[in-house]
């Protein structure tokens, strides 16, 4: 078919037009971007969905401020209103993603801006997406004129991607400032990964200034210093080209299993747990060697981190895994800790991943301070997400299983778990040993009236309690199902979890904890 002579006006105005929101057509904006340490909107999106696979929505969108600019101006330095939206595939796989763009009015939500995250939220709902949504920028923008309000609070945007939840996993990335709706909207995600020169807050300067708290410098309202020990961040990253990787990795685990994997040597498990009782050790490389390689993700490490939290893969099936880190209290289960891994499990739960625990525990923390963080109530949320798990569960005692701490890693019970076993040095009770010992024979131990009498008494009864709680004394009482080579963990893990059936529809509508 022979060329056109001429292309058509309309179509050369659309060129035009298309022309106008991409990254070229507003050189100082970029350079300015870059200048600064980051990246535009659009090359996040490039660098995170696969070649060719992203359908925009909004582009011609602008930002709603006729009243007091130029329409051609608008065109100019506000394209697509200062978000990025679309649908896409990340390695293969349908997802959606947004972006504000911080190079328009400094990433701020514009009127014709909310307009299209309703507009993809709902898409998202129809036709079960999985989100990356990078949320830097300043909240809500108080400078649009072209159309009438007076509060703004009939916004649906919060509300649609609040209801999201549990429904499609949600991935927030934040880099530099982001406050207000926009720290809502990573805070309402499932997952948020932060760069590191990242201050997020739920009001920027303006607003903390207005409330007549200050002046606090953007930077310092809320610096990853404050926000990834507390707990607000699952993944600190050095930038956004990492933060990209990780985005992709953290999605990839809600994608099902995948055909490719390998594995380190098993036999490392066997000496992997110290033989003392009391020494401490770094559960991390256990988690990494059980593991497909290259596959884990630690959530929230330095928040309560007693209790880890990651996502991985074994023979390439994604798993959600806790697990107890002896460095810590002990491994024992603060109020921080239970919050941390309850949330855990109801996102695992949401979303069909199932659950590894690596229990290595002395039991509940006690004592008045530990009460004064609400334990009672803190500590039961995690007994309650476990015996409201739909997906499987395999419970490992790795060393010491004591007391409702040991229960509730094992979902409540040891018999909840579709399977429970120990590793051959592991011993369980009702409560720490030599805490029983002194308990049950109070009275005769306070008869004893020589002091070193009194603690050879305790320790003879503390070594035949230990005798009495070894793992192997437990699976003959069935109450444990196995004690198993640590080299074979990973391969009973797996042939458990094959022999499964899918996982159960969900029962109703359920969402999981933004905490």
Not at 70 to 78: F, G
Not at 318 to 347: E, M
Request: hydrophobic share 45%; charged share 25%; with cysteine.
């Amino acid at each position: 078919m022979p060329e056109p002579e001429s292309i058509r006006d309309d179509l050369a105005e659309l060129a035009r037009r298309r022309a106008l929101t991409e990254d070229a057509a507003r050189p100082d904006a970029v350079a300015r971007r870059h200048a600064a340490g980051g990246r535009t909107a659009r090359e996040n999106v490039a660098d995170l969905v696969d070649d060719g696979s992203f359908v925009e929505y909004g582009r011609f969108a602008i930002a709603p401020q006729r009243m007091r600019r130029e329409v051609e101006d608008l065109i100019a330095r506000t394209p697509a209103d200062g978000l990025v939206a679309g649908t896409a595939r990340i390695d293969g796989h349908p997802c959606a993603v947004l972006s504000y763009d911080y190079t328009v009015l400094a990433g701020t939500q514009g009127g014709l801006g909310h307009r299209k995250k309703d507009r993809l939220f709902e898409l998202i709902e129809r036709m079960r997406l999985p989100t990356v949504f990078f949320a830097e920028g300043g909240g809500g923008r108080p400078g649009d004129t072209d159309y009438p309000a007076v509060s703004s609070l009939d916004t649906r945007a919060f509300a649609l991607w609040a209801k999201l939840s549990g429904l499609v996993p949600r991935i927030a990335v934040v880099k530099g400032r982001c406050f207000a709706g926009n720290a809502v909207i990573a805070g309402a995600s499932d997952l948020i990964v932060a760069t590191r020169d990242a201050s997020l807050g739920m009001g920027g300067p303006a607003m903390i200034a207005g409330g007549g708290l200050g002046d606090v410098a953007p930077d310092d309202v809320g610096p990853m210093a404050v926000q990834e020990p507390n707990g607000n961040v699952d993944v600190l990253v050095d930038d956004e080209a990492e933060a990209v990787a990780v985005a992709k990795r953290l999605i990839g685990n809600f994608h099902g299993t995948v055909g490719t994997w390998s594995a380190a040597d098993q036999s490392a498990l066997r000496t992997a747990v110290p033989e003392r009782a009391r020494r401490a050790y770094d559960v991390a490389p256990i988690i990494e060697t059980l593991a497909d390689e290259d596959s884990v993700t630690f959530l929230r490490p330095r928040f309560a981190r007693e209790m880890v939290t990651a996502l991985a893969r074994i023979e390439g099936r994604p798993v959600g895994i806790i697990a107890n880190d002896t460095r810590f209290t002990a491994g024992a289960i603060t109020a921080a800790a239970s919050d941390k891994a309850a949330r855990f499990l109801q996102l695992c739960d949401a979303f069909g991943l199932p659950v590894v625990s690596l229990i290595d525990c002395p039991g509940y923390m006690v004592g008045p301070a530990a009460e004064a963080e609400s334990l009672v109530r803190r500590a039961s949320r995690m007994l309650v997400a476990g015996a409201a798990l739909r997906v499987p569960m395999i419970a490992v005692i790795l060393r010491r299983g004591y007391g409702l701490g040991a229960q509730a890693m094992a979902g409540g019970s040891l018999h909840e778990p579709v399977l429970t076993v120990a590793w051959p040095g592991a011993h369980l009770g009702p409560m720490g040993l030599e805490g029983a010992v002194r308990l049950g024979l109070r009275k005769e131990l306070e008869a004893i009236g020589d002091e070193a009498e009194r603690e050879a008494r305790v320790a003879a009864a503390t070594a035949a309690a230990q005798e009495n709680a070894k793992a192997l004394n437990a699976a003959m009482l069935f109450e444990i199902d196995d004690v198993i080579d640590p080299a074979d963990t990973r391969a009973v893990i797996a042939s458990t979890l094959a022999a499964g059936t899918k996982e159960p529809a969900p029962e109703g509508s359920r969402f999981v904890d933004t905490w």
